[in-house]
Protein backbone atom coordinates (compact mmCIF):
# COMPACT_ATOMS: atom_id res chain seq x y z
CA UNK A 1 0.00 0.00 0.00
CA UNK A 2 1.76 3.78 -0.53
CA UNK A 3 -0.88 5.69 0.98
CA UNK A 4 0.69 7.88 3.81
CA UNK A 5 -1.31 8.86 7.42
CA UNK A 6 -1.63 12.37 5.39
CA UNK A 7 -3.54 10.66 2.79
CA UNK A 8 -5.81 8.53 5.33
CA UNK A 9 -6.30 11.10 7.72
CA UNK A 10 -5.08 14.82 6.30
CA UNK A 11 -4.58 17.87 8.79
CA UNK A 12 -7.60 19.55 7.55
CA UNK A 13 -9.93 16.37 7.83
CA UNK A 14 -8.55 15.84 11.28
CA UNK A 15 -9.55 19.08 12.27
CA UNK A 16 -12.85 18.66 10.77
CA UNK A 17 -13.06 15.30 12.69
CA UNK A 18 -12.61 15.94 15.71
CA UNK A 19 -13.65 19.86 16.05
CA UNK A 20 -10.63 21.61 15.68
CA UNK A 21 -8.64 20.21 19.07
CA UNK A 22 -5.46 20.07 18.71
CA UNK A 23 -4.57 17.21 17.11
CA UNK A 24 -1.33 15.98 15.16
CA UNK A 25 0.61 12.77 13.92
CA UNK A 26 2.38 11.33 17.29
CA UNK A 27 5.81 10.31 15.92
CA UNK A 28 5.99 7.69 18.61
CA UNK A 29 2.84 5.95 17.40
CA UNK A 30 3.58 1.94 17.51
CA UNK A 31 0.54 -0.40 17.09
CA UNK A 32 0.36 -2.31 20.48
CA UNK A 33 1.06 -6.28 19.76
CA UNK A 34 -1.32 -8.58 18.77
CA UNK A 35 -3.79 -5.20 18.09
CA UNK A 36 -6.32 -4.78 15.45
CA UNK A 37 -3.45 -2.46 14.44
CA UNK A 38 -0.68 -4.86 14.70
CA UNK A 39 -2.65 -7.42 12.36
CA UNK A 40 -3.23 -4.25 9.62
CA UNK A 41 0.37 -3.78 9.47
CA UNK A 42 1.17 -7.07 9.33
CA UNK A 43 -0.96 -7.00 6.01
CA UNK A 44 1.29 -4.17 4.63
CA UNK A 45 -1.22 -1.80 5.49
CA UNK A 46 -1.17 1.74 6.89
CA UNK A 47 -1.34 2.49 10.72
CA UNK A 48 -0.94 5.97 11.73
CA UNK A 49 -1.46 7.30 15.44
CA UNK A 50 -2.54 10.86 16.25
CA UNK A 51 -2.42 12.73 19.34
CA UNK A 52 -4.24 15.46 21.59
CA UNK A 53 -1.31 18.00 22.18
CA UNK A 54 -3.13 19.44 25.20
CA UNK A 55 -4.33 16.51 26.88
CA UNK A 56 -1.95 13.76 25.43
CA UNK A 57 -4.80 11.37 24.71
CA UNK A 58 -4.48 9.27 21.77
CA UNK A 59 -6.17 7.61 18.94
CA UNK A 60 -5.26 5.70 15.78
CA UNK A 61 -6.29 4.33 12.25
CA UNK A 62 -4.94 1.51 10.02
CA UNK A 63 -6.05 0.89 6.76
CA UNK A 64 -5.52 -2.33 5.13
CA UNK A 65 -5.96 -3.68 1.10
CA UNK A 66 -7.52 -7.28 2.09
CA UNK A 67 -8.10 -10.49 0.69
CA UNK A 68 -11.08 -12.92 2.32
CA UNK A 69 -8.98 -14.68 4.52
CA UNK A 70 -7.16 -11.59 5.52
CA UNK A 71 -10.77 -10.24 6.84
CA UNK A 72 -12.26 -12.91 8.22
CA UNK A 73 -8.96 -12.92 10.94
CA UNK A 74 -9.28 -9.03 10.95
CA UNK A 75 -13.44 -9.88 12.05
CA UNK A 76 -12.28 -12.24 14.69
CA UNK A 77 -9.54 -9.91 16.13
CA UNK A 78 -11.76 -6.87 16.09
CA UNK A 79 -15.03 -9.34 17.83
CA UNK A 80 -12.40 -10.59 20.28
CA UNK A 81 -11.63 -6.82 21.04
CA UNK A 82 -14.85 -5.89 22.43
Do not use: H, R, W
Not at 41 to 48: E, S
Not at 60 to 81: R, T
Request: aromatic share 6%; net charge negative.
Amino acid sequence: MTLTCDDILSSDALYALKGGTNLAPDPNFKPATNSAAAQVAGLKGVTCGFINLTSGDTFNVSVAQVSPESNALLKSQLAAAF
